[in-house]
């Protein structure tokens, strides 16, 4: 229930602005422009996969507060916990393959 609530914070602010976004100084034929939350939301939701729970709400704070980079670098274990969440649905070399990539590609702590 406190995950679902939490999750629908997240997401209400998303549902509501475009009824707001528009005011009466701006027409409705005038070109939309992009809302920098939403911008965020997505890039934040993104770099969030594979996170659940408490790990998730932490990083999408801290990733929505900071402009969308988390603060703190990865250590080894969080790493091999990304890829392998990502790399789910591969098998043999391509697995292999991927996980090199992946995890020479991500910052070490």
Same mark, same amino acid.
């Given at each position: 229930?406190?995950?679902?609530?939490?999750?629908?914070?997240?997401?209400?602010?998303?549902?509501?602005?475009?009824?707001?976004?528009?005011?009466?100084?701006?027409?409705?034929?005038?070109?939309?422009?992009?809302?920098?939350?939403?911008? $965020?939301?997505?890039? #934040? !939701?993104?770099?969030?996969?594979?996170?659940? &729970? =408490? /790990? @998730?709400?932490? +990083?999408? *704070? %801290?990733?929505?507060?900071?402009?969308?980079?988390?603060?703190?670098?990865?250590?080894?274990?969080? $790493?091999?916990?990304? #890829? !392998?969440?990502?790399?789910?649905?591969?098998? &043999? =070399? /391509? @697995?292999?393959? +991927?996980? *090199? %990539?992946?995890?020479?590609?991500?910052?070490?702590?």
């Amino acid at each position: 229930m406190k995950k679902a609530l939490a999750a629908l914070l997240l997401v209400s602010p998303l549902l509501a602005s475009p009824v707001f976004a528009q005011t009466a100084a701006a027409p409705a034929s005038a070109p939309k422009a992009t809302n920098s939350q939403q911008d $965020k939301m997505k890039a #934040c !939701n993104a770099q969030a996969a594979g996170k659940k &729970g =408490d /790990d @998730r709400k932490a +990083f999408m *704070k %801290q990733c929505l507060s900071a402009g969308g980079a988390p603060a703190a670098k990865q250590t080894q274990q969080e $790493k091999m916990k990304t #890829c !392998n969440t990502q790399a789910s649905g591969k098998k &043999g =070399d /391509d @697995r292999k393959a +991927f996980m *090199k %990539q992946c995890l020479s590609n991500q910052p070490a702590a």
